[in-house]
């Protein structure tokens, strides 16, 4: 069974930075591609980045570009995000998904349903 587990939240103070981290265990975690949603209160979940199996293809919603960066460590089993230049906006419950099948095409689309999901971190960025 695919375990995610989130780390790494807390409170910043916006223009900081935070790195938050998802320990994957259950099943090959380097044929598998990775991501990151996020949930502000009071609003739906939305795509934050995406790193493919091979992790040689990232992808980013707009508004984190160039702030944001997805990496991935297969001897830890481990994805990372690493959040730079912290927004008020940027506030969020942040959730570690993984791909449901292996090998897949370098889309982000490809984590649209999955079940694998972790429980998430809480990330506060104040003003």
């Known amino acids: 069974q695919v375990q995610l587990v989130e780390s790494g939240g807390g409170l910043v103070q916006a223009g900081g930075s935070l790195r938050v981290s998802c320990a994957a265990s259950?099943?090959?975690?380097?044929?598998?591609?990775m991501g990151w949603f996020r949930q502000a209160s009071g609003k739906e979940r939305e795509f934050v980045a995406y790193?493919?199996?091979?992790?040689?293809?990232?992808d980013y919603e707009d508004s984190v570009k160039g702030r944001f960066t997805i990496s991935r460590d297969n001897a830890k089993n481990t994805v990372y995000l690493q959040m730079n230049n912290l927004k008020p906006e940027d506030t969020a419950v942040y959730y570690c998904?993984?791909?449901?099948?292996?090998?897949?095409?370098?889309?982000?689309?490809?984590?649209?349903?999955?079940?694998?999901w972790g429980k998430g971190t809480l990330v506060t960025v104040s003003s």
């Open positions: 998904v993984a791909d449901r099948q292996p090998y897949g095409s370098s889309s982000r689309y490809n984590l649209d349903g999955t079940d694998y």
């Open positions: 259950g099943r090959t975690f380097r044929i598998y591609a």
């Open positions: 790193i493919s199996w091979s992790g040689s293809t990232t």
